[in-house]
């Protein structure tokens, strides 16, 4: 069997980021649910009634109470809802929130408690309780 050469490539084909390599600061816990799908229509009201920029000039509290609202009443079969909340919570950001989220280590958050405390510790720091 003859082997290919590969053509060589410049530095900007090493050097770029690769799609593998991306992952989601979020963990997925598994679930029993295989063959479950998140409608579009879901997204939409998450995404037209509880989207959290991280202006100076939104709540983080009402954020998540209105996420919490509106996800409360969903129900996937086989899945808990702690695990439908972590996959729907980055439908709720946008702007610099997103970017945030983004921006931590992969699969640094692992649980809805996780998710919760670092994000009402980075919009509602001590100092700005106190």
């Keep these: 069997m003859r082997q290919r050469k590969r053509k060589p490539q410049g530095m900007g084909y090493y050097m770029a980021p690769?799609?593998?390599y991306i992952q989601s600061s979020i963990l997925h816990?598994?679930?029993a649910a295989y063959n479950f799908e998140i409608k579009p229509a879901i997204?939409?009201?998450?995404?037209?009634?509880?989207l959290f920029h991280g202006l100076q000039s939104e709540?983080?509290?009402e954020h998540m109470q209105?996420?919490?609202?509106?996800?409360?009443?969903?129900?996937?079969?086989g899945m808990p809802a702690e695990a439908l909340q972590?996959?729907?919570?980055?439908?709720?950001?946008?702007?610099k929130a997103l970017r945030r989220l983004n921006n931590r280590p992969p699969r640094s958050i692992t649980s809805w408690d996780d998710l919760l405390n670092k994000f009402m510790s980075l919009y509602c720091p001590p100092s700005k309780t106190a």
């Design 59 to 61: 709540s983080p509290r």
């Design 29 to 31: 816990p598994p679930v």
């Design 86 to 95: 972590l996959r729907l919570f980055l439908y709720s950001l946008a702007g």
């Design 66 to 77: 209105r996420f919490l609202e509106l996800t409360g009443s969903l129900n996937i079969n």
């Design 43 to 50: 997204v939409t009201m998450i995404h037209n009634n509880a």
């Design 18 to 20: 690769r799609l593998a």
